[in-house]
């Protein structure tokens, strides 16, 4: 029982999974609604604060990355293809062009507060401090953004999920899979 929270709290963690599909599938597995929305919010924030704290260093990472890709792009392929692929490489990213339309309108708290589900709470707290906020107000709102998902994902799950399927908490399958 005491992995299946572990499991909760890095699922949450990681950057690819959202506390809005972390909470639901861990109630669906029959886990504690308090107990799970606890960890997944503890999960979710603490990388979330780490990616602002670190940011630059993400930044200089992700730089770094692209100039490499490039450099490899243009050894390996004709020069047309390569000034074809650096052209799309300067795009932004489909997510990245979402949370800049999501910023131009509601600007830094209506990024926080929608952007968890609709790009990811790693990608809003990034694209946050790329379009010029300050850590502080990035990580206030970032902190209550997570919290209001969370409540709603918790509560809104566990009603659900238990006027649908009521004996889940005895025969979950993430009870199962990790009491063995």
Same mark, same amino acid.
């Given at each position: 029982?005491?992995?299946?929270?572990?499991?909760?709290?890095?699922?949450? *963690?990681?950057? =690819? #999974?959202?506390?809005?599909?972390?909470?639901? &599938? @861990? !109630? /669906? %597995?029959?886990?504690?609604?308090?107990?799970?929305?606890?960890?997944?919010?503890?999960?979710?924030?603490?990388?979330?604060?780490?990616?602002?704290?670190?940011?630059?260093?993400?930044?200089?990472?992700?730089?770094?990355?692209?100039?490499?890709?490039?450099?490899?792009?243009?050894?390996?392929?004709?020069?047309?293809?390569?000034?074809?692929?650096?052209?799309?490489?300067?795009?932004?990213?489909?997510?990245?062009?979402? *949370?800049?339309? =999501? #910023?131009?309108?509601?600007?830094?708290?209506? &990024? @926080? !507060? /929608? %952007?968890?589900?609709?790009?990811?709470?790693?990608?809003?707290?990034?694209?946050?401090?790329?379009?010029?906020?300050?850590?502080?107000?990035?990580?206030?709102?970032?902190?209550?953004?997570?919290?209001?998902?969370?409540?709603?994902?918790?509560?809104?799950?566990?009603?659900?999920?238990?006027?649908?399927?009521?004996?889940?908490?005895?025969?979950?399958?993430?009870?199962?899979?990790?009491?063995?």
């Amino acid at each position: 029982m005491f992995l299946s929270y572990i499991f909760v709290f890095l699922l949450a *963690a990681i950057p =690819l #999974f959202e506390l809005v599909a972390v909470i639901p &599938l @861990a !109630i /669906i %597995g029959g886990l504690s609604p308090v107990l799970t929305a606890i960890l997944a919010f503890l999960g979710n924030a603490l990388t979330v604060v780490l990616l602002i704290v670190f940011v630059d260093q993400v930044k200089k990472w992700m730089r770094k990355r692209k100039q490499k890709k490039r450099m490899q792009d243009i050894m390996h392929v004709e020069e047309v293809a390569a000034t074809q692929a650096e052209a799309e490489g300067m795009e932004e990213s489909k997510k990245g062009k979402r *949370a800049r339309a =999501l #910023f131009d309108k509601y600007g830094l708290p209506g &990024l @926080a !507060i /929608i %952007g968890p589900f609709f790009v990811g709470s790693h990608i809003s707290a990034f694209m946050g401090m790329s379009f010029g906020s300050t850590r502080k107000r990035v990580t206030g709102w970032m902190l209550t953004s997570l919290f209001l998902w969370t409540v709603i994902m918790a509560v809104a799950s566990s009603y659900g999920i238990t006027y649908f399927m009521p004996h889940v908490e005895e025969d979950g399958f993430l009870i199962r899979l990790f009491s063995n």
